[in-house]
């Protein structure tokens, strides 16, 4: 079963940056929409960013600006890149891959902003 690993999340200071990674185990067929999700403590899991099989990408307003969402399919891999963090920012990141068989997950990543 393919798995998704995330990796790049930790601690940083306000104003700071981050470089999210989602790499799958294996290649992934008739993916229709992969993005990153997240969710603080509290709140329900929101939708930060995503991207089509036709590469249209799509930013929460809270972060537009500030994020970008790429992609490497020769490695796999999913990235989000985090500009200008803020402490409303803190959360458990998850990537998501969409695809016309499954919904893949993966296990989340803490982002804490905090000085």
């Known amino acids: 079963q393919v798995q998704l690993v995330e990796s790049g999340g930790g601690l940083v200071q306000p104003g700071g940056s981050l470089r999210l990674s989602c790499a799958a185990s294996?290649?992934?067929?008739?993916?229709?929409?992969m993005g990153w999700y997240r969710q603080a403590p509290g709140k329900e899991r929101e939708a930060v960013a995503s991207i089509t099989s036709s590469s249209t990408t799509k930013y929460a307003d809270s972060v537009k600006g500030r994020f970008t969402i790429s992609r490497d399919n020769a490695k796999n891999t999913m990235y989000l890149q985090m500009n200008s963090l803020k402490p409303e920012d803190t959360a458990v990141y998850y990537c998501n891959v969409y695809s016309v068989l499954r919904n893949y997950w993966g296990q989340g990543t803490q982002v804490t902003v905090s000085s």
């Open positions: 294996a290649t992934i067929l008739s993916i229709l929409e």
